[in-house]
């Protein structure tokens, strides 16, 4: 069974530019979900994806945004970035009949914004 | 606003002792509690969920959950240096349905050997 595989692993960029971030969900689990981590936090949700449809999004501006594609891989996409964007974003897959939602964790991209 | 409270820690104890981690939440409609584990540096590796009031055990840990007090705990029984990371405790809460995971700031726990 494979994990959950995310890319790149290490991202650094300039305030204003966009970034594009990478997840491959689970073996097996039709759904993603994007978190944010900042340093001593707990990660904060960003949006879900199910069936290549946002299915809820946390309290994050328009600049980030998603996609899934049809093998239930995903995208997050952030524009203009800020200063604060700097953090862990962490992808999360789990299976629409799961029991209770239960989610696990890729390794995460550590996001670096200058 | 929806909430997830832990003790940030550090916590403290000896290897072989029971260490207790603890978190409640606000929503009263919330559904299922997890807990998570978190090296430095690392993502975060579900320990263990739990959905109805009482205790769940597997292995070395056990959760317990008081829905009427919105209490969740984890306890970690013969502690060893290699438990020493920061828990996380998630929850789904209700409006969201299986959606999202609200996550507490975490407790960082040291076992001294």
């Not at chain 2, 969920?49 to 009427?68: C, P, V």
Request: one cysteine or more.
């Amino acid at each position: 069974e494979t994990g959950v595989t995310q890319s790149p692993t290490h991202l650094i960029k300039t305030r204003g530019q966009q970034v594009t971030l990478r997840c491959s969900s689970q073996s097996g689990h039709n759904t993603v979900s994007w978190y944010q981590q900042a340093l001593g936090q707990g990660p904060q949700f960003i949006f879900q994806y199910y069936r290549e449809e946002e299915n809820g999004r946390g309290n994050f501006p328009p600049r980030f945004s998603g996609l899934q594609f049809p093998n239930y891989s995903s995208e997050l996409n952030v524009n203009a970035l800020e200063l604060d964007d700097s953090a862990l974003y962490l992808c999360a897959s789990s299976s629409s009949g799961a029991p209770y939602g239960t989610q696990y964790f890729g390794p995460g991209t550590r996001l670096l914004v200058l | 606003q929806k909430e997830v409270e832990q003790n940030s820690g550090p916590l403290s104890v000896p290897e072989g002792a029971i260490a207790s981690l603890n978190c409640t939440y606000s929503d009263r409609g919330s559904q299922s509690f997890f807990w998570y584990r978190q090296y430095s540096g690392k993502s975060p590796e579900l320990i263990m969920f739990i959905y109805s009031n009482g205790d769940k055990e597997d292995g070395r840990f056990t959760a317990q959950l008081n829905k009427a007090s919105q209490y969740v705990s984890l306890l970690i029984r013969d502690s060893q240096p290699s438990d020493s990371a920061t828990y996380l405790c998630a929850v789904n809460m209700g409006d969201t349905g299986r959606r999202a995971l609200t996550f507490g700031s975490g407790t960082r726990l040291q076992v001294q050997p």
